[in-house]
């Protein structure tokens, strides 16, 4: 059986999900372990990052080449049009999505965290017992601005990642207003990617995702609940519908293997 190496509230590895859900391809997630999981991944990958996906004696690292190796060795369903401009437009989009989206969506998630405690606290496990909720939430913004600041998500890089990911929404609903799909009249590669990439800016609902409760459907505000963009979010929607499966969960792996972590 395929098996997923992940981080199960990665972006990067909810487009690889969306794609194995697509191709209907039974596959086992394994959860890294961040730190010393990461170096059993190194051993078996050459890198430290997730997704990495291994097929038997195969392993393929970074989520473009695992959908380029998908297509190739399972070929049902395709992921790339045949038509010359369709698959240029997008190996075009599928690149926008993973560096723009990827990288601003990211940003925008964090200043969100940073800035609303009733985010903050939605973000935390059902269990999670009512004084500690309440020291989250009481957690003055100074401190987490100087905090935001050292990690690279100050106020500036937060407020330009908020204005890109607001441009990107608005073509990706100028592009969806009359199509079913980005590129072909079937779903390819780059509607995976801009679907699973933009899990930071609005987390979808139901058990695709193993998250806190409190976090499912919640997103980035202004971005997530702004009108302007429903015609994204209905179509996100209706791709987790139509192609994702629900309720994958993460299992032990070997013990040469990375180990596994409870999300929560």
């Given amino acids: 059986m395929l098996e997923l190496y992940q981080f199960e509230l990665s972006h990067y590895c909810e487009k690889i999900r969306f794609i194995l859900d697509y191709k209907g391809l039974a596959y086992r997630k394994v959860e890294v372990t961040p730190g010393i999981g990461q170096l059993d991944l190194f051993k078996m990958s050459g890198q430290r990052q997730v997704p990495v996906l291994k097929d038997g004696n195969e392993v393929i690292a970074d989520s473009t080449a695992i959908a380029q190796y998908l297509d190739q060795k399972y070929p049902d369903r395709p992921l790339y049009p045949t038509d010359s401009r369709q698959r240029a437009l997008c190996l075009i989009l599928e690149e926008w999505a993973d560096e723009s989206i990827g990288s601003n969506s990211r940003k925008a998630m964090l200043g969100a965290f940073s800035q609303n405690s009733s ?138 293997a990375p180990t596994p972590i409870n999300i929560d």
């Fill in 119 to 256: 985010f903050r606290a939605a973000a935390l496990p059902s269990s999670t017992p009512a004084f500690l909720r309440t020291l989250v939430e009481s957690v003055p913004q100074e401190a987490i601005d100087v905090l935001g600041l050292g990690a690279g998500f100050g106020a500036d890089s937060v407020k330009a990642a908020r204005k890109a990911m607001a441009q990107n929404l608005e073509a990706l609903c100028l592009l969806l207003t009359a199509n079913d799909y980005l590129v072909a009249d079937h779903p390819t590669v780059a509607d995976f990617a801009v679907a699973g990439l933009s899990m930071y800016i609005k987390f979808p609902t139901g058990n695709y995702v193993d998250l806190p409760e409190g976090l499912k459907g919640k997103g980035v505000p202004g971005l997530a609940d702004n009108p302007s963009y429903e015609v994204f979010w209905a179509w996100r929607d209706r791709l987790y519908a139509d192609f994702r499966q629900a309720g994958q969960v993460s299992r032990p792996a070997s013990a040469s």
